[in-house]
């Protein structure tokens, strides 16, 4: 960290990127491997799910022809390997380290973003479909609520542990 670079201020870059593409924040915390794996995988991915179709068509709201395009046995390994590679860059920064259980979030979100994709093929509201991708990112805030409510109730109720 170069002069005037808080530890917070590099989490935050970590994690923006992270949600850029999922490996660039282990590339940007030196873990090469690992980041490389995830932009592999993504790439994989996006590429077998049709997902980048998928975004284009669902931004110019052409939602039926984005659930025609969609390849769900894919695309539904996306949310965890997205999720997962926010989180796993945001911890190797330092993230989370004060916070018990800050993984909850994350985890919960993976979930409920898979649950919006398996559904979006089906789900209407009045009468529209809601498509693969903004179904699942309707259900984002849902994980994250449920994910941090989890996580304050075992704050309460779990016994601090003593080393």
């Known amino acids: 960290m170069g002069i005037g670079y808080s530890k917070k201020s590099k989490q935050l870059e970590v994690l923006l990127w992270s949600i850029a593409l999922p490996g660039f924040g282990q590339l940007l915390n030196g873990k090469y491997i ?3 794996l995830l932009v592999i995988s ?3 991915v996006n590429v077998m799910g049709n997902f980048n179709k998928v975004i284009i068509l669902s931004f110019n709201l052409k939602i039926e022809e984005a659930i025609a395009e969609t390849n769900y046995m894919w695309l ?3 949310p965890c390997l997205y999720f997962f590679s926010i989180w796993d860059a945001y911890k190797d920064a330092g993230g989370g380290e004060e916070k018990p259980f800050a993984y909850l ?3 919960s ?5 898979t649950i ?3 559904f979006s093929s089906k789900f ?3 009468g529209y479909f809601i498509g ?3 179904l699942p990112v309707l259900f984002l805030p849902v994980g994250l609520g449920i994910g941090e409510s989890v996580r304050r109730l075992l704050l309460k109720y779990h016994p601090k542990e003593t080393f």
């Open 34 to 36: 690992k980041g490389i």
């Open 42 to 44: 993504e790439l994989l």
């Open 76 to 78: 539904m390994f996306y």
């Open 105 to 107: 979030p994350f985890v």
């Open 109 to 113: 979100s993976a979930y409920s973003v």
């Open 116 to 118: 919006g994709l398996i």
């Open 124 to 126: 209407t509201f009045f």
């Open 132 to 134: 693969p991708l903004w």
